[in-house]
């Protein structure tokens, strides 16, 4: 029997996982997302155009492969059936690959609208909201309030739904200088139910399960970031559902016993959107240098991404998080133009020294740090790792000291081909 493997950001997101996922998927049978909803954004770039996917798994474009929208995810119809169309326009068959969990949640209008009163009713006190209706669709899930998609085939949905519609709004009437338009969203959110009515809907935990048993090969893909985790990251500015590797059990319906790999990705340094601890982060020429050479811009959000130094405090705690087996490294082409490269070993705070990421994210701490060399060259057409500087891969070598995880993958630019396989 085979067993899942997962593939997961060990930071706060963007790592680059959108690539890596296109990357592994000719060695796997199907795909299946694990939880998250449309606040994701991964980036794929291949034949010089880029693709950003929200909900649908990142193993869309690959011919022969399944496709599975697990039931931890939290799905809004409108964007989902948006995106189905424009991958229609360079992809055939994705209704054929597809395949949505009857277990999944829908995020309804209102779920964007309360959403949106939340979080500006907290003014200074935002958490970097995406404002896709993400938190309350799960609020509403862990309250047993929500609709799922199994829900969308029964003969009385739209009562269904209009009976969650009216808690919402008697929600929102609290919030007196919050303005609730939903109508024009409303008439499409419905018509992509609809659409989505013809697509496979289907308990897909039995079919992964039964697929394990046939010895074909799965990889779980995870969304947003470790240090994101509802549980283990820097609560509250986390988003809403397990991001670690333990979430793909709960968000696919496959047991614990049946994990395999848990492949790590993460940056040659951090990024962050929103609000949140950021220990490293740079407020200076370097940040906002490191920030234009790897085009931080948030693919869903397009906000600026806030940049700093590798944290290893933070990378080694979602290393163990996880049990991860294996990490890639993204992104370190973006310092080639860095004298100094620098990263934090340890926090600081008064006269403490902090070596294990503590429970607030570091919330006023002072990252120790150690330097290294820049690599000062381009790397960006190198596919063999014996050729790249002595400089960086002395970086690479200290991340699997500190971490105990081998770098498998480095990739040194967004094409499809721009990786380098460590032996």
Not at 281 to 295: K, N, P, S, V, W
Not at 389 to 405: D, H, M, N, V, W
């Amino acid at each position: 029997m085979k067993k899942v493997d997962v593939v997961l950001g060990l930071q706060w997101g963007d790592e680059g996982k959108g690539k890596v996922v296109d990357l592994l998927t000719p060695a796997y049978d199907a795909i299946a997302r694990f939880q998250g909803g449309p606040n994701a954004g991964h980036s794929l770039v291949f034949n010089g155009n880029k693709f950003v996917l929200h909900t649908v798994p990142s193993g869309i474009f690959r011919e022969g492969t399944m496709n599975f929208i697990g039931n931890g995810v939290v799905v809004d119809p409108v964007n989902l059936m948006d995106e189905i169309h424009q991958i229609e326009k360079i992809s055939s068959c994705v209704k054929d690959k597809l395949l949505i969990s009857k277990r999944a949640h829908l995020i309804l209008p209102t779920h964007r609208m309360l959403d949106a009163a939340s979080e500006s009713a907290k003014g200074k006190s935002k958490i970097g909201s995406t404002l896709k209706g993400i938190g309350p669709t799960y609020t509403d899930k862990t309250g047993r309030n929500g609709l799922r998609f199994g829900d969308i085939l029964a003969p009385d949905f739209e009562q269904r739904y209009k009976a969650l519609k009216d808690r919402h709004m008697e929600i929102l009437s609290m919030y007196p200088d919050f303005t609730v338009d939903i109508e024009e969203y409303e008439a499409k959110w419905f018509a992509a139910i609809e659409e989505l009515r013809s697509y496979k809907i289907a308990d897909i935990e039995f079919i992964l399960n039964d697929m394990l048993i046939k010895d074909a090969s799965v990889l779980a893909e995870g969304a947003q970031g470790s240090l994101l985790d509802i549980d283990f990251g820097s609560y509250p500015f986390v988003t809403s559902s397990n991001t670690l590797a333990a979430g793909a059990c709960v968000g696919l319906g496959v047991s614990p016993d049946k994990i395999g790999k848990v492949i790590g990705i993460c940056k040659a340094y951090c990024t962050r959107v929103g609000s949140g601890p950021f220990p490293t982060e740079l407020f200076d020429e370097t940040g906002e240098q490191i920030r234009q050479a790897g085009h931080e811009f948030g693919a869903t959000t397009g906000r600026p991404r806030r940049c700093g130094w590798l944290d290893l405090v933070a990378l080694k705690y979602a290393v163990m998080m996880s049990g991860v087996s294996e990490l890639i490294l993204m992104k370190s082409d973006v310092l080639c133009d860095l004298d100094t490269v620098k990263v934090a070993v340890a926090y600081r705070k008064g006269d403490e020294l902090i070596e294990n990421y503590p429970m607030d994210g570091g919330v006023d701490v002072e990252p120790v740090y150690k330097e290294f060399k820049g690599w000062k060259c381009p790397v960006s057409d190198i596919r063999n790792y014996d050729e790249l500087p002595a400089e960086l891969k002395e970086y690479i070598s200290f991340i699997e000291e500190q971490t105990g995880c081998p770098v498998k993958i480095i990739s040194v630019g967004p094409e499809r081909d721009a990786n380098i396989m460590k032996p």
